[in-house]
């Protein structure tokens, strides 16, 4: 886990930042109307909507089921029109008259079942929201099966989260583990064939690691915790030990901070590739201070 250290300026906890974030996720990223607050708030009460919110049904993973359930709570997702929740792999009668958001870690497994979706027209729009940048191999893939099947139509929001992490307090966060991998594609559906990678420090200090499960580790660590940069808003100034992981790590994120901002400068005011734009997550809007220290 690693610890934020809050700047006495700002009373915006990295938790409530991720609650807005998916709160707004739920409400087809647009601010939510109805009171909502989180379970970091649950003895609070909002202003409530005179107007109704667009009824839903949500499509979870279990990466992200973990992440909303964290700063949650079942009224908070029916307030923004969530009606039912249910996992990407399950069986799924089809609604073809209520829209859907999937909230879903970038997988080729989950992009092939949301194909399949898109395919049987299971819902009457869709709303694809990764929790951490979608790989662009990915992206392609998606979108030639789209055009393929002719179900591009269908798809009516594509966004980046940058939620990859759990936010159990408001100075305290984790991020998101691996997810498990099939051991053989051909059986899917067996549980037992589902496996469990290993440990960031048992990848980091084995010595049976080879150089590209060590980089991959390093990328994954430094994704997580410029997702939680991103839902911030702030840059934070990095502090490492040298001659080790952590120093890698530390370099990598600093790499994305510094792409980050300078395509966020040289972006322009036009609307006309929103569909696929980040402006919900803080890219624009990083400012400094805050500290993050990773051992």
């Known amino acids: 886990m690693s610890s934020v250290r809050q700047a006495s300026a700002g009373p915006t906890t990295l938790q409530r930042a991720q609650t807005d974030a998916i709160l707004s996720l739920l409400n087809l990223n647009e601010p939510p109307e109805s009171g909502s607050t989180g ?3 649950s003895g609070a009460k909002g202003t409530q909507s005179t107007a109704p919110p667009v009824w839903k049904i949500l499509v979870l993973d279990q990466q992200t089921k973990d992440v909303l359930a964290t700063v949650l709570r079942v009224q ?3 307030d923004v029109g969530v009606t039912l929740h249910v996992q990407l792999h399950s069986l799924r009668p089809p609604l073809p008259d209520v829209p859907a958001v999937y909230f879903v870690a970038p997988t080729l497994a989950n992009l092939r079942r949301i194909a399949e979706d898109l395919q049987k027209s299971l ?3 869709f709303h694809l ?9 990915l992206l392609e893939e998606l979108a030639s099966s789209a055009a393929q099947d002719g179900t591009g139509e269908l798809i009516s ?3 980046d989260q940058y939620l990859s992490f759990i936010a159990p307090s408001p100075s305290l966060f984790s991020l998101l583990p691996p997810p498990p991998v099939q051991a053989n594609s051909a059986t899917a559906s067996s549980k037992s064939d589902v496996v469990t990678p290993p440990s960031t420090y048992m990848i980091l200090n084995s010595p049976s690691s080879t150089d590209q499960q060590i980089e991959e580790e390093i990328e994954r660590v430094a994704s997580g915790l410029f997702s939680a940069v991103v839902t911030m808003g702030h ?4 502090r490492a030990p040298r001659g080790n992981a952590a120093e890698m790590i530390a370099k990598k994120l600093d790499t994305k901070i510094r792409d980050a901002l300078l395509t966020a400068s040289r972006s322009t005011t036009s609307s006309a590739s929103t569909l696929f734009a980040q402006d919900a997550t803080g890219l ?7 500290t993050v220290s990773h051992s």
């Open 157 to 159: 929001q594509l966004l």
């Open 129 to 137: 929201n990764f929790v951490e940048p979608l790989p662009r191999a």
């Open 39 to 41: 379970k970091q708030n």
């Open 235 to 238: 840059v934070p100034f990095i």
């Open 76 to 78: 908070d997702i029916r």
């Open 284 to 290: 624009s809007n990083l400012q400094r201070p805050r």
């Open 123 to 125: 819902y009457e729009s």
